[in-house]
C-alpha cells in the first residue's frame, strides 16, 4: 500500500552497486580453485552484507502504526462531532490510543 517503487531499470550504476558489479566482473577472469578467488568472494560477500543492511535501515512506517493514527482520528473526530451536537465537555483526546 505505500511501499515505494523501485526503478525499473537504471541508467548508471553508482556507489555500492558500481563496487559490487567491479567485484563481480574482476572474478570472472579468476579460476575457482585459486586463492585469489576465495579472497574474492569475501569481499563480494561482505560486500553484499553491506548492502543488505544498508537497504534495511531505511525506517517504514508500519503498516500498525497507520492504523493506529487513523483509528485515533477516526475516534477523535466521532467524539468531537457528537460533542459539537450535544454540549458536552470534551473527552476525545482521553479516548485516543497511544502507539507502542
Known sequence: MFKLKKPSAPAELSGLDKVIADAEHAMISLTI??????????????????KKEASTSTRRVSP?????????????????????????????????????
Open 64 to 100: 500498525d502504526t497507520v492504523a493506529l493514527i487513523v483509528g485515533n482520528i477516526l475516534v477523535t473526530a466521532m467524539v468531537v462531532g457528537h460533542e459539537r451536537a450535544n454540549v458536552v465537555t470534551s473527552k476525545a483526546l482521553q479516548f485516543a490510543l497511544k502507539a507502542k
Open 33 to 50: 580453485a585459486t586463492p585469489e578467488y576465495k579472497l574474492a568472494v569475501k569481499e563480494l560477500t561482505k560486500l553484499y552484507a553491506i
